[in-house]
């Protein structure tokens, strides 16, 4: 089973609003991500978490704080966003965060910052 | 250059029809390269790892050229369901970090 979850499917909040992203994987992996992805482009690495530690920051905004609460859970945390972070933001797993590993993603959550 | 480029699209097809798509990436130290496939306003779902011998699951078949840095993707008597976009995607060997191509959009019609 290589399932991957998140909730919500999607969210509209208001640029002075907080809210978090939540993904879920039981497949053992030890490396989650978070990538954002506009439309008609391929998706951007915001993290990586790798044996539940911050191991890439690929320069995000700090409206943006990422947190992986145990191995199997990922959370991102939203504070103060603007209409161009309006996207589909997708998580992904992995065995291990190497340079073989295939990601999995979850089926992502459309974000509307209005 | 980008690191991972691809064909631009769209590509238009009939069904049956056999449809190649390319792609090079530009860091020769790379060690693992996939197609994934993603749907309109889905997520992108691996469709073939490639592997240097190259490698067939069903109609799909992708190779990999290690010495002209080059990935391909065939497939064979398309079918409608096979419309979607094509992303080529190459592990960076930094700590799990995926590169994508732009991605190539490929519509199969009646």
């Known amino acids: 089973d290589t399932e991957v979850t998140q909730t919500p499917k999607h969210l509209v909040m208001g640029m002075t609003n907080k809210k978090s992203l939540k993904c879920e994987q039981h497949m053992g992996h030890r490396a989650m991500y978070w990538y954002k992805q506009k439309a008609k482009k391929p998706p951007e690495l915001m993290f990586v978490?790798?044996?539940?530690?911050?191991?890439i920051n690929e320069s995000v905004p700090s409206r943006f704080s990422p947190e992986c609460p145990n191995s199997s859970l990922l959370n991102l945390h939203l504070h103060a966003l603007q209409p161009e972070d309006s996207a589909l933001y997708l998580c992904?797993?992995?065995?291990?965060?190497?340079?073989?590993?295939?990601?999995?993603f979850g089926p992502g959550t459309r974000l509307t910052v209005l | 250059r980008k690191e991972v480029e691809q064909d631009p699209g769209p590509f238009n097809v009939p069904e049956g029809a056999t449809v190649a798509f390319n792609c090079t990436y530009s860091?020769?130290?790379?060690?693992?390269f996939f197609w994934y496939r993603q749907d309109c306003r889905k997520e992108p779902k691996l469709l073939m790892s490639v592997y240097s011998s190259g490698n067939e699951d069903g109609r799909f078949t992708a190779q990999l050229n290690r010495a002209s840095q080059y990935i391909s993707l065939l497939i064979r008597d398309s079918k409608l369901s096979d419309s979607a976009t094509y992303l080529c995607?190459?592990?960076?060997?930094?700590?799990?970090?995926?590169?994508f191509g732009q991605g190539t959009e490929l519509s199969v019609k009646p």
């Open positions: 992904a797993s992995s065995p291990f965060s190497g340079s073989t590993d295939t990601q999995y």
């Open positions: 860091n020769s130290a790379s060690q693992s």
């Open positions: 995607v190459v592990n960076s060997n930094q700590g799990g970090k995926l590169i």
């Open positions: 978490y790798s044996y539940e530690k911050l191991s």
